[in-house]
């Protein structure tokens, strides 16, 4: 009760409600992103998982490089930089299905992954008390992600039953752009924890 009234009280409603878009926009992107870059762009399937994990190398790199982007444009930034990679990535996709697009909109992998599994956790655990400090995450991830992600992925299906695989990379870029929005106007940095008491 404590972590739920901590998520979506004053200080991380907006985040709350903004991950909730991101979560289910990436949700729809990686249920059909193997079929996609398969059956409409045309990547023989032994390289499908090579394209993806070049995403994955980078993520590492993002990820100590962290230091160093918050200290130039805070936590809040950083996440906001990773929702544009996101948003940029689907549509690229969407718009321009070459196998040169789909390895360059890996490129923004690794700060995708920064908005949504490192920036979120920095900023509750802000707002965890030492009574729910370990909770908060996993509430967070079933009320918020979970929920989030099951959604998306349902939604994903029927989208690309009725619009195509193409329509479900728009349905994806659509809602982080609601996330992008949402995170970018509405939600203010959560204080350290000490500004907080």
Not at 140 to 145: E, N, Q, S
Not at 159 to 167: I, S
Not at 170 to 195: H, K, N, Q, V
């Amino acid at each position: 009760r404590q972590a739920l009234h901590a998520i979506f009280g004053p200080n991380a409603r907006w985040l709350a409600i903004g991950l909730f878009f991101a979560f289910f926009a990436v949700s729809t992107y990686y249920a059909f992103i193997g079929n996609y870059l398969d059956e409409v762009i045309g990547i023989p399937r032994r390289h499908i998982g090579l394209i993806i994990n070049l995403g994955v190398v980078l993520e590492l790199v993002c990820t100590l490089l962290m230091p160093w982007l918050q200290r130039k444009i805070h936590l809040k930034g950083v996440m906001v930089l990773g929702l544009s990679c996101m948003v940029a990535r689907m549509l690229l996709l969407a718009c321009f299905p070459t196998p040169f697009v789909a390895v360059i909109a890996q490129l923004g992998h690794g700060f995708e992954i920064l908005a949504l599994y490192i920036g979120p956790i920095m900023f509750l655990n802000r707002l965890a008390g030492d009574e729910f400090r370990n909770s908060i995450q996993g509430v967070f991830t079933m009320a918020v992600g979970g929920t989030a992600r099951v959604i998306g992925g349902v939604s994903a299906g029927f989208m690309v039953t009725w619009f195509g695989l193409r329509g479900c990379l728009f349905l994806g870029a659509g809602m982080s752009t609601c996330a992008l929005l949402i995170i970018a106007f509405l939600f203010s940095r959560i204080p350290p924890r000490e500004d907080l008491e």
